[in-house]
Nanobody
Framework: VQLQASGGGLVQAGGSLRLSCAAP???????????MAWYRQAPGKQRELVGS???????IYADSVKGRFTIARDNSKKMIYLHMNNLKVEDTAVYYCHSETSNDWGKGTLVTVSS
């Protein structure tokens, strides 16, 4: 499975950003069964789970992003999204999308939050 993440960039603290992740090689009937997730890895730190979303749209989030980040999926487009609001400097990291079901990773996209 090839996952393609995009949407990273430089944003000021308090700003918003939306990341996208496509799974173009997954057929629809397979994709809809996958639990998808976003992870991030800050410089010098271990990769951590940001949140995940099930096939039916049930989400969980890390405490550090609750109330600020939202994960959504559009099964018809085989896409997941990470809406990030009220960004903080400590959100700076490389963000990765991941299929929890097939354990596949996409290339990361860098998010840099400036003060």
């Amino acid at each position: 499975v090839q996952l393609q993440a995009s949407g990273g960039g430089l944003v000021q603290a308090g700003g918003s950003l939306r990341l996208s992740c496509a799974a173009p090689r997954l057929i629809f009937s397979t994709y809809v069964t996958h639990v998808m997730a976003w992870y991030r890895q800050a410089p010098g730190k271990q990769r951590e789970l940001v949140g995940s979303i099930t096939r039916s749209g049930i989400t969980i989030y890390a405490d550090s992003v609750k109330g600020r980040f939202t994960i959504a999926r559009d099964n018809s487009k085989k896409m997941i999204y990470l809406h990030m609001n009220n960004l903080k400097v400590e959100d700076t990291a490389v963000y990765y999308c991941h299929s929890e079901t097939s354990n596949d990773w996409g290339k990361g996209t860098l998010v840099t939050v400036s003060s």
